[in-house]
Nanobody
């Protein structure tokens, strides 16, 4: 059973930074694409950043490009999301996702598809709250 545990959320002022982490268990980590989604109040969940099973490819939604960086630590089965220059529009619940790599899509195509899907049927963590004050 896949288990994902997020941490690192909190309250920060606009312009500040936060680093989210997600520890994965119950899976062969190197075989899974990983992602961060967020639930902003009043909006649907959206893909923020995705990273391929082998850490060669990353995908970011336009609103976070240049500000957020996703990475994975294969030794500790962890992914991280470094968030900088945060704005109040980044406020929301951030979720970690894991989806087994596709046998039919290239790694880049798979994570682009994952990050732009409305409701991925991947494994989800419980979420961590990020609040950015103005």
């Amino acid at each position: 059973q896949v288990r994902l545990v997020e941490s690192g959320g909190g309250l920060v002022q606009a312009g500040g930074s936060l680093r989210l982490s997600c520890v994965a268990s119950g899976l062969t980590f190197r075989s899974y694409a990983m992602a961060w989604f967020r639930q902003v109040p009043g909006k649907e969940r959206e893909g923020v950043a995705c990273i391929s099973s082998s850490a060669g490819y990353t995908y970011y939604t336009d609103s976070v490009k240049g500000r957020f960086t996703i990475s994975r630590d294969i030794i500790n089965n962890t992914i991280n999301l470094q968030m900088t220059n945060l704005t109040p529009e980044d406020t929301g619940i951030y979720y970690c996702l894991a989806e087994k790599e596709s046998q039919y899509l290239s790694r880049m195509t798979h994570i682009r598809d994952l990050c732009t899907r409305e409701k991925p049927s991947a494994s989800w963590g419980q979420g961590t709250q990020v609040t950015v004050s103005s």
